[in-house]
Every structure is written in C-alpha cells, then in structure tokens.
C-alpha cells in the first residue's frame, strides 16, 4: 500500500493584531506539528509557522490493485534510466501500457493498463465496498489512497512537473510501514480563495494550507461546513476540518478556533468586500504560496 508521507500540514492560524497585520501565524487549521498523522482531534500550535501534520495511512491509505495483478512485461525499450520502466520519464513499456509502481511489492516499476485516463481532478475508485484502481489514472499519476479516499496524484522529480503557480514537487511517497518510496506527487496547484475553480477531485473538493517540511503549499482535502466566524474548535483544540471552502480556521485576539474567509493580499484582499466589517489580515510571517500572500478576512 502507498500513503502520501511527506509531513502536510494543515494550516490553522492565530492572529496577533499589529494595526492592519497579524502579528503571527493564525492557528488554528487541526494538525500539530509534532504529529506525524493527519487527525481531525490534533490542534495547531499558534506560532510564527504553519504547523501540520503528516498525512498518513489513516487517511489516504494507499494505491490498491484494480483486481489483476500489474503487467511486468511488455518492456519497450531498455534506455529508459530505469528498469523495467521509468515513473517520470514514462518509457519501458509498450503503448497503451503506462509506468507506475509495482503494487505487488512496492519495489520497483511496473507496466500497467489505463482503464481510465485520470488526473489530479479525477478519483481512482469503484465498487462496493469502494476500492482504489490504479489503472484509473492516466500514465504519470498514481493513485493514492484507500475506498473513496482514492484520487489520482501526478508524479513529479520537479516542481516544473507540477501545475502552476501554486503546485510543487514536495510529497513523497511512502509504504504502509512509513518507509520512503522514492517516489514524489505534486502539491496542488488549486485556488485556496476559490475552491470552486477547480483542481481538486470530487472527493476532497476544498483547496487548503498545508506545510511540507518548511514549504507552504495548498493541497486538495475535504470540506467541512463552517462559514465566516463559526466555531472550529474540536474537544478544545482547533480543527480545520470543521471549515468549508474557502475558509480557515484561526484564532484573532480573543476570538479563539473561528472559521474566517481567506483573502489575497497580494490583489488586495477583494474577498473581504463580501465579509462585512473586516479587512484582509495577513500574518506576522507572511503566508506565500506560488507568489501569491494569502490572509484572513477579519475585523
């Protein structure tokens, strides 16, 4: 099995007032850093960085086979600088077959057919009980994740590879054992002030902060239905996985685990327009991704 085993966070904040700034990072969005699990009940630290936790087996819980063990032959060519086949390069195997991970040990590479060609929007599952299909993701994506968690990810061995401005080569892959693959998937290149505008598969529909390593990136998750100042907080602690779309929890003054709209900075936090009596707030250490600062709309 396959997990996505780089240390995402995801992104709660707690805002210090400084006039029109956040003194420091919101807190709020349900991963602690010295989690390694993805976990609706762990909490954001407020501090001047975005904690998160790993995303584990618990959540996405890896690439299962589609009921037909992979296809080992159909070699094509041997120049590809891996053998039998080449995850990025997607040489070794023989049209219409692709290169993926060898899913009957998770040693190596494999030949695989394409049932269905999907990409990052796309789930990779079927079935009842649902089950994850690896051949439903188009050559160069793999399929992580278990059930209806399942969505197809596209390899990377740069973050070239991934989609732009946003998207970055940063999530290894790992096995059930933690062990690392040597094999990275792209963050998402999606909108985290639009959700909405697509790049996300229908199963985790909410664009989101996360941290990898010390990289903010925005990643696909699961929405929750908390709009402008409702509560996220969870036994407690604050729960990102309690906001919807769109919207991050975060702590402002004494208004503590709050879900409030995110905005760009970087344009003028428009967003805000929408949210009566609140301006776009940014964090003492600026939160940037894919050029673009990203805040809260709050009083």
Do not use: H, W
């Amino acid at each position: 099995m396959t997990y996505r085993g780089v240390a995402l966070v995801a992104l709660g904040l707690a805002l210090g007032l400084s006039g029109s700034c956040a003194s420091s990072r919101p807190e709020g969005t349900g991963i602690d850093a010295a989690d390694d699990t993805t976990d609706a009940s762990d909490t954001i630290d407020a501090s001047d960085t975005i904690d998160a936790s790993s995303i584990d087996g618990a959540t996405i819980d890896g690439a299962g086979t589609d009921g037909t063990p992979p296809i080992d032959a159909a070699i094509d060519a041997n120049t590809c600088p891996t053998a039998p086949c080449d995850l990025y390069e997607q040489c070794g195997c023989t049209s219409p077959l692709v290169c993926d991970l060898d899913f009957t040990d998770l040693m190596g590479t494999s030949c695989r057919a394409v049932n269905m060609a999907g990409t990052e929007t796309s789930t990779c599952f079927s079935g009842t009980p649902a089950t994850a299909q690896p051949s439903y993701c188009a050559g160069g994506y793999i399929c992580l994740g278990s059930g209806a968690d399942a969505a197809c990810e596209r390899l990377c061995d740069a973050s070239s590879d991934c989609g732009q401005p946003r998207g970055q080569c940063v999530i290894e892959v790992t096995n059930g054992m933690g062990a690392n693959l040597g094999v990275r998937v792209c963050s998402s290149n999606c909108n985290p002030t639009s959700s909405a505008a697509g790049g996300c598969p229908s199963n985790a529909t909410k664009c989101g902060f996360f941290r990898a390593g010390t990289q903010d990136i925005v990643d696909c998750t699961v929405a929750g239905a908390g709009t402008q100042n409702a509560s996220c907080a969870n036994a407690g602690n604050a729960d990102d996985a309690l906001c919807a779309a769109d919207f991050l929890c975060t702590t402002v003054g004494t208004a503590t685990n709050r879900c409030r709209r995110v905005c760009n900075r970087t344009t003028g936090g428009n967003e805000c327009a929408s949210v009566s009596g609140t301006t776009c707030l940014g964090f003492g250490t600026p939160l940037v991704v894919g050029g673009t600062e990203y805040g809260v709309c709050a009083p």
